[in-house]
Structures are given as C-alpha cells and as structure tokens.
C-alpha cells in the first residue's frame, strides 16, 4: 500500500476516534435518556428482557458482536434458534457455504451457545424461540460501540392507548432516536405493524424513528407500499415517502425505513447523516 494511502487511513482512525471521544463527553453533559424520557411523559416500566436472548458470557461478547455484523452470520442464528432441540449441520446450511458454517457452528461451541450431541446439536442456552431480543441487543450495541450513544432496548411504558414494546431507544446530542427492529422477512410483515410503529412514533415524538429490517431484500416492494397506505389511512395529504438511495428511504426527513443491505451500522450512520442535512 503507498505511504500516502496509509497516511490517511491513519488520519481517518484518528479522527473517528476524536468523534467518539467527543460524543462520549457530550453524552456525559447532556441529559440521559431516562431524563429525556421523562420530559415527554415516559417512564420506563420494563426493559432488557433476557428470555429469549442469545447471548454469550461477557468475556465472549466483543467478538460475538463483530461476528453479527456479518448477514450470513445472522441467517444461520435464526435458522439455530427455530432448531435449537436438535439439528445437524446440514440443516443451517442455506445461507453460506458448508465450510463457512461449519466455522460459525465450530464458533458458536467454543462461546458456549451450542452443546455437540451424537446426531448434531442443541442451543445450549435457554428456550431461544426468537433472534428478536438478539437482533435488539445488536442494535442497541451498535450505538453504544460504534457511535457513543446511550442505548437501551426491549422497553416498555406503562401507556393506556398505545401499548408495545420500543425495541431500542438511543440518546444523541440530547435527541432521541427510536428503531424498531424487525428480523423477519418482507413477506411477514403486515399493516397493523406499520400502524402501531407511527402510532408509537406519534406517541413518543422521538427526533429520528427508523423502522429497521434485518434483511438485503428490497423494501420497495412491499414495506414502502405498506407506510404509503397507512399514512394515506391517517391524512388525506400524506406525506411522501422519498427515496435516499438503493433501499434506503425517509418520510419528512425524521422517519427513516431501511434494510441491512451492505451493513446496518453503514444505513443507521447513513439516517444521521441525513437528518443532520435536512432535519
């Protein structure tokens, strides 16, 4: 590599790390999120539930984070999960090569999640009937580590109209930002969902909202469609659904659907980025 292009990587990683330094100390002087929270009328009654959560010891954890930044990596957690009684290897294989998920499976042993048996493997931790708590989890570390953000996730408020859980909440610059985090397919996904995200939405008054799916399949299609009939439902001049790039979308520059096409922490850097510009 020319001493040139290595010059300015170095400069890149210092200056990233300058900017979290920075978000770090500007966290510590502006209000927390329960503050924040509190200011709207909230009052968090639960959070951070643990019953369905595939998650290793602590020790394990920084490299099991790394390990879901990669899709594949997440597919074959989904595909454990619903087999979590007894499969082989053969069976998780869909989404990457044999070889690969012998490694992840090989992986997954070594940080204890997984239990080798005669005729193949067993989770080795808990009932594992979902990767929603995980995938949130993710999320919600994803804001802590790579952008110094307070995150917390799984959260309930005790509402009397609009119930549910807001999967993560994150605290930036004194703002908050709320992501509802879907790990199933496009196909799954239904009206009355995308009326209880904006119904939450509208309720909590977050500064960004972003309804996340863990997948690299298009949300044109189908998810877009869903948010321009529901917002046609709610206001006879709805807002429009603009497009930001690929299958990354915003609704008035504060509502944001995205995918995990190329990387999620790329697309959630990308929604502030963007409300940042035109917010």
Known sequence: MP????????????????????????ARLTPGIKAILKRR?????KKE???????????????????????SFRLLLRDVIKQRDLFTAEEVTRYATPGVTKKYLDYLLSIRLLQKKTK??????????????????????????ELGSEAVWGVKFKRPKIGGDYDVLAKFDGSL??????????????????????DRVGDLSPEISVFLMDTELRMKDKIVPLFEAELARRSPYPPAVQRMERELFTIQDRIFI????????????????????HG
């Open 120 to 145: 193949g493997y067993v989770l080795a931790k808990g009932p594992g009937k979902s990767f929603g708590e995980t995938l949130e989890w993710y999320i919600a570390e994803t804001f802590k580590r």
């Open 177 to 198: 930002f709320y992501v509802e985090v879907k790990s199933s397919p496009p196909k799954q996904i239904y009206d009355s969902e995308i009326a209880a995200f904006l």
């Open 258 to 277: 995205i995918n995990a096409k190329e990387d999620i922490i790329r697309n959630l850097q990308k929604v502030l980025s963007w409300h940042y510009k």
């Open 3 to 26: 001493a040139k292009d290595v010059k300015i990587r170095e400069e890149l990683a210092v200056l990233r790390d300058e900017v979290r330094r920075l978000r770090n100390t500007l």
């Open 49 to 71: 539930p643990s019953d369905d959560l595939l998650v290793p010891a602590r020790k394990y954890q920084p490299r099991y984070y790394r390990m879901l930044h990669k899709y």
């Open 41 to 45: 009328g909230f009052t968090i009654y």
